[in-house]
């Protein structure tokens, strides 16, 4: 019987570690070794060992330093402004007494529109002669180059990444809302809270297992941006919205140079690793003050 279990057990499980091993942990094993080596695309017997010598070669470069830089920017608009944005969406609908499936569904369909379809859309509200110019010009205010500009491009795609993203994170937030007790707030009201301080003392605390996992989710989503700058901008102007994943997309594809490619992906997956730690962490930390805190009570 235990026998026959195990074959039936490895009957559904099999296929499953095949698909694994072939598109997830063969390529990893790849990479990583790749990323040790001078591997050449178009002329594989070339390869050679280089040792670090990537590592060191893609710090020194200019355009790889100034992708990291975009990308950080990009990290500190978008992060703020989504998770707060998000917050402050799924409050107002969790607040409203009408119409509440209308404003998640009208708020969450940007969320499962193509990315390719949102940035083709949005080239269009900033070109000169959009509809963004247009209102700015009926305010009295000179039209704007948003995408076309090195200095705006960025913020411009930033903002536009924060509009598409944000339901997903609002759908969380008000899923966390809805199942903080009612008895708390009532608590709060007995004691003459008011709204600011009911939402400082708890709903902040509350949701704090939920705003760890939307920061780390966002931040690691800010960190993979490729399909905004590649469509509406290329990269450019003046390499203003090259972003590290673009650098490594670019490296490995167009130029064929997978082994500098491969250590760009690795370092890449450093970051996200730090952000996982940093989030098991923070997480643990509150699940550890919410047991004492009970255990002081009973």
């Known amino acids: 019987m235990k026998k026959k279990n195990s074959i039936m057990g490895m009957a559904f499980f099999g296929p ?79 607040h409203a007494a009408h119409c509440k499936k209308y404003f998640k569904v009208a708020f969450f369909i940007p969320v499962v529109m193509s990315l390719a379809v949102v940035s083709t859309l949005w080239m269009q509200i900033y070109s000169p002669e959009g509809i963004l110019n247009t209102l700015l010009g009926q305010m009295g205010i000179d039209a704007q180059p948003f995408i076309h500009s090195a200095k705006q491009a960025l913020p411009s795609i930033a903002i536009m990444s924060v509009w598409q993203g944000m339901g997903y994170q609002m759908i969380i937030f008000l899923g966390g809302l809805q199942n903080i007790n009612p008895a708390i707030y009532e608590a709060a009201e007995m004691d003459h809270a008011t709204s600011w301080q009911k939402f400082k003392d708890v709903t902040l605390p509350e949701l704090k297992p939920l705003c760890v996992f939307v920061f780390i989710t966002v931040t690691i989503g800010a960190f993979r941006m490729l399909v905004q700058p590649m469509v509406m901008t290329g990269g450019g102007p003046d390499h203003s919205t090259y972003t590290i994943v673009y650098d490594i997309y670019e490296t490995g594809t167009v130029n064929w140079e997978m082994g ?3 250590t760009m992906a690795i370092v890449f997956t450093v970051f996200v690793v730090v952000l996982t730690i940093i989030q098991n962490v923070l997480t643990k930390e509150r699940e550890g003050k919410h047991v004492n805190k009970k255990a002081k009570t009973n």
């Not at 570690?17 to 040790?36: A, D, E, K, N, Q």
């Not at 020194?60 to 707060?84: A, H, M, R």
């Open 16 to 94: 499953a570690l095949v698909l694994l091993t072939l598109f997830l942990f063969l390529p990893m094993l790849l990479t990583f070794g790749f990323s040790f080596t001078d591997y050449f695309a178009l002329n594989p017997e070339l390869t050679h060992f280089t040792g670090l010598k990537n590592y060191t070669d893609i710090f020194k470069d200019e355009l790889f330093v100034k992708s990291f830089l975009n990308t950080v920017k990009f990290v500190l608009i978008i992060v703020p402004l989504q998770c707060g944005g998000a917050l402050l969406l799924a409050i107002a609908i969790n």
């Open 260 to 262: 500098l490619a491969s």
